[in-house]
């Protein structure tokens, strides 16, 4: 299985510099000088890191390959790669290829829902589930709400906070359309199908991420 580290973004520039949405921990020894990377474009299989640099917020890298604009346009949305054979999971970390499918139990074993997938925060990450309703939640990965996560029986544990999910509803007047409070009811669910490099282990904040293939 590959792990998607980075996704090409933006040419910037016309010497062939893209600008990558980062999907690691480790962006400084993903995209080292000479690392090479598999890709998922036809065009280039392999690309070589040459360079990378940080601007604020947002990460560029120059490829040997890519010399011009031209080049670094047609990259856009190509996902960066490695093998995950190369890659050393922390203890408690666990990647979202491995997350997805998992039932969501609460702390007395009553079913909540089924991992759908995960979005990724700057303070912390979310877990989206799949309610039986079809409804979907997103639940902060964080300890004092994820008390477990359980690989092996295929589930997590959930101690959520009331309101979050739809058995726990708060009473509506009939004339209003208003969710109940805590609740994200959006229909495109499964919003982090691709399996990044990130890694994701319960902590006091976020997980820790790194992803695979879509």
Partial sequence: MKLVVA????AQGLKGEVRVNVRTDSPEE???RGSRLLTDSQDYPNLTVERMRT????????????????????????ELLIDTEKVEVEEDAWYAH???GLEVLDPEGYQLGII???????????????EG?????????VKEIVTDVDIADHCIVVDAP???????????????DKKEPGMSVNEEGGTCEVVTEKEHSVSDNAYVDEESDK
């Fill in 30 to 32: 993903r995209f080292a």
């Fill in 116 to 130: 759908a997938g995960l979005e990724y925060g700057e303070a912390q990450d979310l877990i989206v589930v799949r």
């Fill in 7 to 10: 996704v090409v973004g933006a």
């Fill in 55 to 78: 601007y604020k917020t947002h990460t560029y890298l120059q490829f040997e390959e890519i010399k011009d604009r031209t080049g670094a346009e047609n990259l856009r949305g190509t």
């Fill in 98 to 100: 491995e997350l997805v």
């Fill in 162 to 176: 009331g309101g979050l999910f739809s058995d726990d509803e708060i009473e509506l007047d009939e004339d209003t």
């Fill in 133 to 141: 309703d079809g409804r979907i939640t997103r639940v902060p990965f």
